[in-house]
């Protein structure tokens, strides 16, 4: 019998790869306390915030916290579902669907999801997968565009858990996508589905998730990918300059934020005769509190009460086939040199190497 080599059947196990899809993270129920769990551990982060430490402490404690938790579990309540948050739920399908086509594409992976806030945390989700022997993994953060306040944020705790563990697996990490071409199409195609159906709006809104100026101006590459994916979206369903406008949502506190708004954008569009729009959040791959409740509800209300006569909401990707295949598309190009192939001799190799297991764990007397 042939016996296996290390490094790929490290302590007699079989190495396997994991693609871990990580997203932003949600409270867990829409009560007051949850979401100010949820927001004490989000804004605390100095990647998310960085005004300094002491003097951002009393804001968060004496200001954020007491008031907006109640505000925000209030909207949280407004497009909560039986099974949860649609952040939640989304990227729980979202994993469990690569896995699937990933599997078409011939990878036998194990697909986990994680929350940077809330749960299932990344420590636990990155202990279980060591557990479950995982000695390859590939961070996939489900932001399409980089930011420091997000996807650094990712590799912060991801790499503040691994100061704490002897034995590293080999890790890699998605720094963006914002100019993949599946996922452009991905977007083409969901609008042009709604098209379709509804018929076509006066001008289309790009909304995506705003960040204080100051981010920009010491060089986070979020904006500028924020606007190549506008750019490439608009050229791929063929508008002109004049049929889209590129905006940003989700302001927090008194410091200028990225330009222009979203929700001052459809009031003026409003005020200067648009009668139809319809809003697109390109950046967001899963439908989520900022989509569902800030666009569809408060920026919808908004631009009726201005004058404007009907507003579309067009859906996230969320787990349409022409994303999910992107997606997998997306991970393959990162696993690239890892063996994750399944041929028929790997398949001989994993049955010979459970025989061996069985036969020495009966040797020694415990159990098979
Ligand atoms: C200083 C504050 C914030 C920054 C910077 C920020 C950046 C940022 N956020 C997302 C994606 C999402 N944010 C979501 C909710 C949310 N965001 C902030 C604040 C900042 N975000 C808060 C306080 C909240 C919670 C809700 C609220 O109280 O308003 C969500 C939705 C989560 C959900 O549970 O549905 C997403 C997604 C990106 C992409 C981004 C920077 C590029
Ligand atoms: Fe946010
Ligand atoms: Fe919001």
Known sequence: MRFLKEPEYSHGKIAKTAVVLINLGTPDAPTTSAVRRYLKQFLWDRRVVEVPRPIW????????????????????????????????IHTQKQASLLKGYLGERGHEVQVAYAMRYGSPSIPDVLQKL????????LILPAYPQYSATTTASNFD????????????PELRFVKNYHDNDGYIQALKLSIMNHWQTHGRPEKLVMSFHGLPKAFLL??????????????????????????YVVSFQ???????????????????LAKEGVKRLDVVCPGFIADCLETLEEIS????????????????????LNESPAWMRAL????????????????????????QHALISRAEAKRLGGEA
């Open 328 to 351: 997998a598309e997306i991970a393959e190009q990162h696993l690239i040199g890892w063996p994750t192939m399944i041929t028929a001799s790997v398949r001989e190799e994993q049955k």
């Open 297 to 316: 509800m408060e920026v919808r209300a908004d631009f009726l009460k201005a004058g404007g006569k009907e507003f579309n909401y067009i859906p996230c």
């Open 250 to 268: 989700s302001r927090l506190g008194r410091a200028e934020w990225l330009q222009p708004y979203t929700a001052p954008t459809v009031i003026k």
């Open 157 to 168: 705790a991801i790499a503040q858990h691994y100061q704490q563990v002897r034995n590293m």
């Open 57 to 88: 402490w009393l804001i968060l404690h004496g200001v954020i916290l007491p008031f907006r938790s109640g505000q925000s579990a209030k909207k949280y309540a407004s497009v909560w579902t039986k099974d949860g948050s649609p952040l939640k």
């Open 130 to 137: 060591k557990q479950d022997g995982c000695e390859r993994i």
């Open 218 to 243: 010491r060089g986070d590459a979020y904006h500028c990918e924020c606007y190549k994916t506008a750019r490439l979206l608009a050229d791929r369903l063929g508008l002109g300059k004049d049929d």
